[in-house]
């Protein structure tokens, strides 16, 4: 509702240890300058703001926009879907191709890693749930059920159990031995952009469910699911029970979710807000966070806080 405020900055030189000098246009003020940090502040509106140089770039993976990536747990090896209708697994170190896996039809929406680091989970526009040898770019299991495409996956514990999210408005719960699905956790009649699974504070009443869990069903007792949902609702499931926990209204569709402890989850939405929330108490949000009006696209807990990614 204020008008924008807008700046430039100029390089006056270089120094000696080859750190540039730089200025700012009226109203703003250059912090820290290092070769690879700019630290910006602007007084008037008590807000300052970091930019790092990446250190490396890989350019040559994918022709166009990347919508998903994921790194192995040793670190090793990169997978990332993009609209160029391709998905790709390479060497986290140098950005080499080591395989392309082909299978889904029209755009693959997420891709990530089991916690093995051997194994690739996909889902795609196709409503196909896939999973891939990371080895030999095999297609090992398709899971079939949704009636709509794939936008998110979660896997569970070690990867026995997955789940899947879809503009079909369900998360699905499916058993990867024997490629079947195990039962619909929630059906939202909106889309659901992203999902969430985590261990639940031993204070929460997850529900009980209404007919003993198959002993196909391996690691869900005790979490919650996250949901979150096109019609601005951020939902908590609970993943045995199947029964809802909580249902927070956000300010527009919510695009992202995670946890941050058995506690404090995040999530974002289409109009930039970051939410963090206790799960024992949804009722008013712990904080909401707004740099800018730009969708927030994704959230990943780092260090003591987080990173989040925005359509800027």
């Known amino acids: 509702g204020k008008p924008t405020l807008y700046g430039s900055l100029t390089r006056r030189g270089l120094s000696t240890e080859g750190v540039p000098d730089i200025a700012a246009s009226e109203g703003f003020l250059v912090g820290e300058v290092t070769k690879k940090s700019i630290l910006i502040s602007c007084p008037h509106e008590n807000v300052s703001t970091k930019f790092l ?46 395989r392309l896996l082909e299978g889904h039809v029209y755009d693959v929406n997420c891709c990530r890693f089991f916690p093995s680091g051997l194994v690739v989970l996909s889902g795609g526009m196709d409503a196909q749930l896939k999973i891939w040898s990371a080895e030999d770019a095999s297609c090992v299991v ?54 969430a699974v985590g261990t639940a504070d031993n204070s929460l009443n997850l529900g009980t469910p209404e007919k003993a869990p198959s002993e196909r069903e391996i690691g869900t007792e005790g979490k919650i699911l996250l949901l979150a949902r096109e019609d601005k609702k951020l939902q908590g499931v609970g993943l045995q029970s199947r029964q809802p926990v909580f249902l927070f209204m956000g300010s527009d569709a919510f695009n992202c979710c995670t946890f941050l402890s058995s506690t404090y989850i995040l999530a974002g939405t289409q109009d930039g807000n970051i939410y963090q929330l206790d799960v024992r108490n949804t009722n008013a949000p712990i ?15 780092y260090r003591d806080g987080f990173i989040a990614s925005q359509g800027n």
């Open 142 to 195: 398709t899971f079939k059920g949704h009636k709509g495409g794939i936008l998110d996956t979660a896997i569970v514990d070690r990867g026995r159990n997955v789940l899947s999210c879809s503009r079909d408005g369900t998360a699905r719960l499916w058993d990867c031995g024997k490629s079947a699905c195990l039962g619909v956790i929630a059906d939202c009649g909106s889309p659901v952009n992203g999902i």
């Open 53 to 98: 140089a990446p250190y490396t770039t890989f350019c040559r993976i994918h022709q166009k926009s990347i919508t998903c990536l994921d790194i192995s747990s040793g670190g090793g090896l990169g997978v990332s879907t993009s609209t160029d209708g391709t998905m790709k697994i390479w060497q986290a170190a140098n950005g080499e191709i080591r």
């Open 287 to 301: 904080q909401v966070i707004h740099r800018s009006g730009a969708p927030v696209l994704s959230l990943l807990p």
